[in-house]
């Protein structure tokens, strides 16, 4: 199973409250293990400009400052990744997700976005979250995630606190209808 490339949404009652009614987009997953980014949870008071002052980086198109920065996981959180639309490859590198997704996590990507040329449409995180070789396959198993095709319009729509219902109707199911107790036929 390679899910690169898809959602996985947490299931209610996970236990772990950094991915409590979290939407993660995976970037790689292979028999190495799996590393993706919250979509859905801004870090409070924390914005592009936020950033940018403190890396000393001058932002001539002002509206991206506003741009929140998300809390990616739980993994290297003092590390910015720059999940983005596929218009945009960095001069230095952006690992090539899908036909639709790129990722960044060099400083030049941050320096394009302030000044206005960045990608079409992205999303900044602080930190990943990862899985050892067959964990992230074994909570699927435990009934702890969903899978679903990612969306563009629901990862990079700045609604994050409805991204996780948003996330379960694509797959048909009403957030009311699930339990936080697994169960197995």
Known sequence: MDLTGKLLIAMPGMGDTRFDRAV????????????????????????????????KIEASVPEYGRMPVHFGGPVETARGFVLHSADYEANLHSMVVSDQFRMTATMDVLEDIAGGQGP??????????????????????MNVWLTAEADPALIFDPADATKWEAALR??????????????RA
Not at 38 to 46: E, F, S, T
Not at 120 to 141: F, K, M, S
Not at 170 to 183: F, I, N, Q
């Open 24 to 55: 993660v987009f995976l970037c790689s997953h292979g028999k190495d293990g799996a590393m993706g980014l919250i979509v859905n949870k801004p870090a409070p008071d924390l914005r592009l400009a936020d950033l940018l002052e403190q890396l």
């Open 170 to 183: 694509t797959l048909g199911v009403d957030p009311l209808t699930l339990s936080a107790c697994a169960g």
């Open 120 to 141: 079409g449409r992205a999303l900044l995180t602080l930190g990943y979250a990862g899985w050892g070789p067959g964990q992230l396959e074994d909570e699927i198993a």
